[in-house]
C-alpha cells in the first residue's frame, strides 16, 4: 500500500466524524457518507504536506464542502457505474473471508486501490459495516473506524481559524483561553494595557465566530 492509500485508509473516521454534524437535516446518514468519502479522496489528492498543515486540518473543509454541496444539489449523489460495479464486487468477496478485511485487503483482492474501495463504500451508501448473508446466517463485518465524535471536526475548524490569525492575535488567545490568564496578566505578557487587551481579544473573537459559522 503507498503512502497515499494508506492516508485515505487512516483517514475515513474523519467523515463520520463530519457527518454527524449533519445528522437529522432531511439527508440519510448513508448519503452523507457517501459525500463525505468524495471529499476524503480529494483532500489526499490535493494535500500539500509542505504547506506545515495536518492531513485533517485541510481535509475537514473538504469534506464538510462536499456535504454541503449535497444539500444545494438536493440530496443526490452522482456515482458511476464502475463504482457501482466495483461496490458489488466488495459485497461478493466479503462473503470469502473468516475475519473482519479492511480497506487495504479489500483493494487487494480486488486488484485496485484504497482509494477505490473508498469510493466504492460511499457509493454503496454502506457508511460504517457490509452485510453478508447466506443461508445459515447474516454476518456484518464492520469497516475499521475509530469512535471520534463531533467534537473533533469542530476542535480541527477551529484550529484551523486560529492558525490564520496574526502571530499577535495568537498569543492572546494562547495567554487567554489556554493558559487561562486574565486580561490583566495577558497586557503584562505582552507589554500591553488591559484596555488593549480587552479590545483586541473581542475584535479577534468576532473575526474567529464568523468564520466559523460560515
Known amino acids: 500500500m503507498t503512502d497515499y492509500d494508506k492516508l485515505v485508509e487512516d ?16 439527508i440519510e446518514y448513508d448519503d452523507l457518507y457517501s459525500a463525505g468519502c468524495l471529499g476524503l479522496v480529494k483532500a489526499v489528492r490535493k494535500f500539500n504536506p509542505d504547506l506545515g498543515l495536518q492531513l485533517s486540518t485541510y481535509a475537514v473543509p473538504v469534506i464538510l464542502g462536499e456535504i454541503k454541496q449535497l444539500f444545494r444539489d438536493g440530496g443526490t449523489v452522482k456515482v458511476s457505474r464502475s463504482l457501482k460495479e466495483l461496490s458489488l464486487k466488495i459485497n461478493r468477496i466479503t462473503k470469502d473471508f473468516d475475519h473482519e478485511p479492511t480497506v487495504g485487503e479489500l483493494a487487494k483482492c480486488l486488484d485496485t486501490t484504497p482509494e477505490k474501495i473508498t469510493e466504492a463504500l460511499g457509493a454503496a451508501r454502506i457508511p ?62 505582552l507589554n500591553m494595557t488591559q484596555v488593549q487587551v480587552s479590545r483586541r481579544e473581542k475584535k479577534i473573537l468576532m473575526y474567529m465566530r464568523e468564520k466559523l459559522t460560515v
Open 11 to 26: 483517514n475515513l473516521a474523519l467523515v463520520h466524524s463530519c457527518c454527524k454534524r449533519f445528522r437529522g437535516r432531511g
Open 128 to 189: 460504517i459495516s457490509l452485510t453478508a448473508e447466506s443461508d445459515e446466517e447474516t454476518r456484518t463485518i464492520d469497516l475499521p473506524c475509530e469512535d471520534m465524535t463531533e467534537k473533533l471536526t469542530e476542535k480541527l475548524a477551529l484550529r484551523d481559524v486560529i492558525e490564520r490569525l496574526d502571530t499577535s492575535d495568537q498569543k492572546i488567545i494562547e495567554l487567554r483561553y489556554y493558559k487561562y490568564l486574565t486580561q490583566t496578566q495577558t497586557a503584562e505578557k
